[in-house]
């Protein structure tokens, strides 16, 4: 029987979090990873490798930075860029920038970027969590509800803009 080899599932990426995982492969892949394997090569120069704490820890470490490569190796050749300024839009989609008011009256704003850009301290979250999921289509006056474990929240967008994500 002949294997088709699946394609990896596209993910959404704003050209900011796209430029992130590329900084972080090439500075392990260029500077770290380099730096290590001289430090590997040094200790084991030493001779006894069974009690040498730079032989150890670094081929523990060389496994760590191998297996992030791969991670992001696989993240970046999947990788669909978005510039949400690029986008004209009424709804909500990948890249807005969405302005909601609870039903405290507070406002929050959420940007929807993808999962390597997550930072909820700056407003930054997931299009697969929850609220980006319940958000995703709606347009300005819609209600959202978002059930949560203890309680249900509930959220009226008030402005949708597409601009660049710092």
């Excluded at 390597?116 to 289509?137: N, T």
């Excluded at 209600?143 to 803009?161: A, F, G, S």
């Amino acid at each position: 029987m002949i294997s088709v080899k699946e394609t990896p599932p596209r993910h959404f990426i704003t050209p900011q979090g796209f430029a992130k995982l590329r900084e972080e492969y090439e500075k392990l892949s260029l500077d770290e990873r380099p730096k290590l394997l001289e430090v590997i090569a040094w200790a084991a120069a030493n001779g006894d490798r069974s009690e040498n704490a730079d032989y150890i820890y670094g081929k523990k470490r060389l496994r760590e930075i191998d297996r992030r490569l791969g991670f992001l190796k696989k993240r970046i050749d999947a990788a669909t860029i978005v510039d949400p300024a690029s986008v004209k839009s009424t709804d909500i989609k990948f890249g807005a920038t969405v302005t909601v008011t609870t039903e405290n009256g507070d406002i929050k704003t959420y940007c929807l970027v993808g999962e390597d850009e997550i930072d909820v301290a700056l407003g930054k979250i997931s299009l697969a969590s929850p609220i980006g999921k319940a958000l995703l289509s709606k347009v300005v006056g819609d209600e959202v509800i978002i059930h949560r474990p203890k309680d249900v929240l509930i959220l009226t967008v008030e402005k949708i803009e597409y601009i660049e994500i710092k």
